[in-house]
């Protein structure tokens, strides 16, 4: 009786870790596959995902807005928020 317990056991524990294992990946994966493209015009103050004239890193555009900065958002969303555009408005 106490090996089949000891069993049952093993096997619930090797069940139970591997969907554990799976469910952790599953995010993972879809995350990997999701097309992003850089929206220009839609960011908050401090909410820039990279340089823009000015500066050369994440997080420093003091101006909410700015048509030189972008934020990465799902592909095909940009157009479709207000001010968003694909291209900045000056080169830099």
Known sequence: MNTQNLLKNALFSAIAV???GL???TPAHAADKMAVEKCYG???AHKNDCHTIGHSCAGQDKMARDPN???????GLCEK???GKLAPAQKG
């Open 18 to 20: 591997g969907a554990l």
């Open 23 to 25: 469910a952790s990946t």
């Open 42 to 44: 839609i960011n908050a």
């Open 69 to 75: 900065a972008f934020i990465a958002v799902p592909k």
């Open 81 to 83: 928020i207000d001010g």
